[in-house]
């Protein structure tokens, strides 16, 4: 069964401005985008387990490690966050790879890069820790049987519907290379 091409549930898209804000290329791990140029970029390779791995985080605050630790401690703790906490207006996008044995993707809604992939969008949810209120979830399809892409967003009060509609102009140029 073919995917049929939806609007991301989420988008709200204002008018196009007159002069396009800048963005920036990131290319890693088969997966392709652009993101706004005033966002800052970082990729922490230590974030890796048995099933997932950190391709990229990006985000309007200033980005560190998640990881602490490693072999000359002894053990690697990861929090999970390359941010502490998110100042009114701020944006953090996780982009992860994954692969779990017999992992199905749900229903899609959505086709992003010509796949299926399924959005969804909670009010506040992990990343209301951080200072965010609305979080957005995107799984992307993989070739690979059981492998996918994960966007994570966490966005805040401040210019949600801005937020928003540059988290949609993201995942319209995402691109998936073949495996």
Same mark, same amino acid.
């Given at each position: !069964?073919?995917?049929?091409?939806?609007? *991301?549930?989420?988008?709200?898209?204002?008018?196009? &401005?007159?002069?396009?804000?800048?963005?920036?290329?990131?290319?890693? !791990?088969?997966?392709?985008?652009?993101?706004?140029?005033?966002?800052?970029?970082?990729?922490?390779?230590?974030?890796?387990?048995?099933?997932?791995?950190? +391709?990229?985080?990006?985000?309007?605050?200033?980005?560190? #490690?998640? @990881?602490?630790?490693?072999?000359?401690? /002894?053990? !690697?703790?990861?929090? /999970?966050?390359?941010?502490?906490?998110?100042?009114?207006?701020?944006?953090?996008?996780?982009?992860?790879?994954?692969?779990?044995?017999?992992?199905? *993707?749900?229903?899609?809604? %959505?086709?992003?890069?010509?796949? &299926?992939?399924?959005?969804? =969008?909670?009010?506040?949810?992990? @990343?209301?820790? *951080? /200072? /965010?209120?609305?979080? +957005?979830?995107? =799984? +992307?399809?993989?070739?690979?049987? #059981?492998?996918?892409?994960? !966007?994570? %967003? @966490?966005?805040?009060?401040?210019?949600?519907?801005?937020?928003?509609?540059?988290?949609?102009?993201?995942?319209?140029?995402?691109?998936?290379?073949?495996?």
């Amino acid at each position: !069964m073919a995917a049929v091409s939806v609007a *991301l549930p989420f988008a709200r898209i204002p008018p196009a &401005p007159a002069h396009p804000a800048p963005t920036v290329s990131f290319s890693a !791990m088969g997966l392709s985008f652009r993101y706004p140029a005033t966002w800052r970029h970082a990729s922490f390779s230590n974030d890796v387990s048995s099933f997932s791995g950190n +391709i990229v985080d990006l985000s309007t605050s200033r980005l560190h #490690d998640p @990881c602490i630790g490693g072999p000359a401690e /002894g053990a !690697m703790v990861c929090s /999970g966050f390359p941010v502490d906490a998110l100042a009114p207006g701020g944006v953090l996008v996780q982009w992860d790879v994954h692969g779990f044995p017999g992992f199905r *993707l749900p229903r899609p809604n %959505a086709t992003i890069a010509g796949r &299926p992939a399924v959005e969804t =969008k909670t009010s506040g949810g992990w @990343c209301a820790s *951080l /200072g /965010g209120t609305e979080t +957005i979830t995107v =799984k +992307i399809s993989r070739e690979t049987p #059981d492998n996918w892409y994960q !966007m994570d %967003a @966490c966005l805040t009060a401040l210019n949600l519907s801005q937020q928003e509609a540059q988290l949609s102009a993201l995942l319209r140029t995402v691109r998936v290379a073949p495996s």
